[in-house]
C-alpha cells in the first residue's frame, strides 16, 4: 500500500522504547528512516531487524536532534524521491494507531497547513511527578498553534523550501522551524487525534532540573534567532527566567544585607506566585499544584541554562548536548 507517508526516527539507547516505535509504525508508512545518534545498547541491530532503513551518524560531528532529523529526511528523500510528507518522531515514542491516516487527511483538506500534530502523552504518568509533569505539559490546545514538538506531520515542500531544522540547536529545534514555516505563510495546526505515547523515563529530580536548564538555553537562543519584532520568539519566556531565577532573589537578598534580615520574608512571593498559578489551574487540585510549584521552581534551571547560552556566545563556547535521560 503507498501512503505517501516517510517516517524519520530518530534515537540513542532507546532500548525497547525503539522497539515499540518501530512496530507502532508496522504498514503506516511506506518508508522508515531509524537515525542512531551514537548507542551502545544494540539499537541499530534493532532497528535493523525490523527492516527499517538505518543511518548511523558521523561520531565526528556534535550530535543535536536537529542534525538527526534532517539527515533522516535527506535519506529518506534519496530512498524515495516523491515523497510528499514526512512523519518525525522520538525513537522514545509509540505512534498511535491511525494517527498518520487521520493526519495525512486533514494536511491534504487543508492546503495552507505544513505541520499537523496531535496529543502526545506520558505512557507512565503515575510513576513519577515528572512523568506527570510533561503529560501536562503537552496538553496544548487543539486549532491553529504557534510550534509543534518533535513528533509531527510535516509537507516535503514546505519542509525543504525553508531549510529544515536548524541543525545547531541543541534544543528548541521544532518551534524554530515553525517561526520560519510561518513567516513562509504556512500554518501550524494541533489536531485533538491521539499522536504518539511518550516514555520519559524521568523518575529524579536531577533528570527534571537537567531538562529545564535546556529548556532555559532553548528559550534564549530562540528569543536570540527570533526575538525581534513581530515574533518575538520566546522573549517573555527568557525575561520571565531572568527576573525570577536572579533578579528578585538577588534584590531580596541584597535588601536583607543593606537593610535588615527581616527583607528576607519578600522570598515568599514565590509560594504565593505558585498559589496564584495554582488557583489559575483547570485540573485537578493536585495537578494545579504540582504543576504551579515546578512552574516556578523551574525558573532557576531556565535562568541557567540562559546564562550557560550567554557564556557560550561571549567566550565563543561549543554548544553540548544537555542530556536528561
Given at each position: 500500500?503507498v501512503?505517501g ?11 525497547l522504547?525503539?522497539e515499540?516505535?518501530?512496530?507502532s ?14 548507542s ?9 531487524s525490523?527492516g ?21 529526511f ?11 510528507h ?9 505512534v ?22 496531535g496529543?502526545r502523552r ?5 510513576q ?9 505539559e ?14 509531527a ?30 513567516a513562509?505563510?504556512?500554518?501550524i ?9 511518550h ?5 529524579r529530580f ?9 529548556t ?13 519584532p ?7 519566556e ?5 527576573l ?5 532573589p ?8 543593606l537593610?535588615?534580615?527581616q ?19 483547570a ?12 512552574l ?30
Amino acid at each position: 500500500m503507498v501512503t505517501g507517508i516517510g517516517v524519520v526516527v530518530i534515537g540513542r539507547n532507546e532500548g525497547l522504547r525503539l522497539e515499540r516505535c518501530l512496530a507502532s509504525l508496522a504498514g503506516g508508512a511506506d518508508q522508515v528512516v531509524y537515525v542512531d545518534s551514537g548507542s551502545t545498547d544494540g539499537s541499530v541491530q534493532r532497528a535493523l531487524s525490523h527492516g527499517v532503513e538505518v543511518l548511523a551518524l558521523d561520531l565526528a560531528t556534535p550530535f543535536t536532534a536537529a542534525r538527526a532529523r534532517n539527515e533522516g529526511f535527506a535519506r529518506l528523500q534519496r530512498l524515495w524521491p516523491d515523497l510528499r510528507h514526512v512523519q518525525f518522531v522520538d525513537g522514545d515514542c509509540e505512534v498511535a494507531a491511525g494517527w498518520l491516516a487521520s493526519a495525512q487527511a486533514f494536511l491534504e483538506q487543508h492546503p495552507q497547513v505544513a505541520v499537523v500534530c496531535g496529543r502526545r502523552r506520558e505512557r507512565f504518568p503515575d510513576q513519577s511527578v515528572y512523568n506527570l509533569l510533561c503529560d501536562l505539559e503537552w496538553d496544548t490546545p487543539v486549532g491553529e498553534a504557534r510550534a509543534c514538538g518533535g513528533d509531527a506531520l510535516m509537507r516535503v515542500d514546505a519542509f525543504t523550501a525553508v531549510g529544515g531544522y536548524s541543525p545547531g540547536l541543541i534544543a528548541g529545534e521544532e518551534p524554530e522551524l515553525c517561526v520560519r514555516l510561518r513567516a513562509a505563510g504556512w500554518k501550524i495546526w494541533r489536531l485533538a487525534a491521539e499522536m504518539t505515547l511518550h516514555d520519559a523515563a524521568m523518575t529524579r529530580f536531577s533528570q527534571w532540573w537537567r531538562r529545564s536548564l535546556r529548556t532555559g538555553y532553548a528559550f534564549a537562543e530562540g528569543a536570540a534567532l527570533h526575538g525581534a519584532p513581530p515574533e518575538r520568539h520566546w522573549l517573555r519566556e527568557s525575561r520571565r527566567a531572568w527576573l525570577w531565577g536572579l533578579v528578585v532573589p538577588l534584590l531580596i537578598v541584597l535588601a536583607s544585607v543593606l537593610l535588615g534580615g527581616q527583607w528576607l520574608l519578600l522570598l515568599l512571593i514565590y509560594p504565593l506566585q505558585a498559589m496564584r498559578l495554582a488557583r489559575r489551574g483547570a485540573r485537578s487540585a493536585r495537578e494545579n499544584w504540582l504543576q504551579a510549584v515546578f512552574l516556578v521552581l523551574g525558573k532557576f534551571p531556565e535562568m541557567l541554562g540562559q546564562m550557560k547560552f550567554v557564556l557560550n556566545r561571549l567566550f565563543a563556547g561549543k554548544a553540548a548536548l544537555i542530556e536528561y535521560k
